[in-house]
């Protein structure tokens, strides 16, 4: 079946705006991660739901970051007043509870 | 929290040869994957393996929890076979990945 899926692939925003990164999972997975790649590193965690519940948003690096998944289904990553250090790949998973997680394309996000 | 190294960090091989890639981690996992990451940045599932062996095709995977290491294996390497290998690990009690920083494999014709 189809796998996970995020848009855009490529989001080229300026420093102060805000952004939204959508996410969606390979039906039937009740848990989303969302992680984040900066160049030359592995991903890092962000935020995990299960179902539409934030079960843990640990990695969230401040507040002006924000994810909902209201449906329990496609999730949006918000991020407010952009700063040149958002800019990374985000990247989307989906699992069956805590089986193995399959990992989206990414967005490649880039604040100017 | 836990730790995951990775090595090599780089490795450069000609097509055709064999290569081992390991990953240890500092403390108890419930699990652990192996993922290549290619040119386009696509993350690829190789191996769901937190214990035993496994093999795909070229690839094979070892992981020995007792003593905290797993080694991924590649045969008869292929051009294709070239990008980041990542070991991810999810502590015992925890459903984030923890990820190494990666091997890059770069495998010439």
């Known amino acids: 079946g189809a796998g996970v899926s995020q848009t855009p692939s490529n989001k080229v925003t300026e420093k102060g705006k805000y952004v939204e990164l959508r996410c969606d999972p390979i039906?039937?997975?009740?848990?989303l991660y969302w992680y984040r790649q900066s160049l030359g590193q592995g991903p890092e965690f962000l935020i995990y739901f299960q179902g539409t519940g934030a079960a843990d948003d640990s990695g969230l690096p401040n507040d002006r970051f924000f994810a909902v998944r209201p449906e329990g289904s496609v999730s949006t990553l918000k991020i407010q007043r952009t700063e040149r250090g958002d800019s990374a790949v985000y990247l989307c998973?989906?699992?069956?509870?805590?089986?193995?997680?399959?990992f989206g394309p990414g967005t490649r996000l880039t604040v100017l | 929290g836990i730790q995951v190294e990775q090595s090599p960090p780089d490795l450069i091989l000609q097509e055709g040869a064999n290569s081992t890639l390991r990953c240890n981690f500092s403390?108890?996992?419930?699990?652990l994957q192996w993922f290549h990451q290619n040119p386009w940045g696509q993350l690829i599932n190789l191996f769901y393996i937190p214990s035993g062996t496994k093999q795909n095709g070229r690839l094979s995977a070892t992981t020995v929890a007792t003593e905290r290491y797993s080694l991924l294996y590649i045969s008869s390497s292929q051009t294709t076979d070239s990008g980041v290998y990542f070991c991810?690990?999810?502590?015992?009690?925890?459903?984030?990945?923890?990820f190494g920083k990666g091997t890059k494999l770069t495998v010439n014709p």
């Open positions: 403390d108890s996992v419930n699990n």
């Open positions: 991810a690990v999810l502590p015992g009690g925890s459903e984030k990945l923890v």
């Open positions: 039906s039937g997975h009740t848990a």
């Open positions: 998973a989906s699992s069956f509870g805590l089986d193995t997680q399959y």
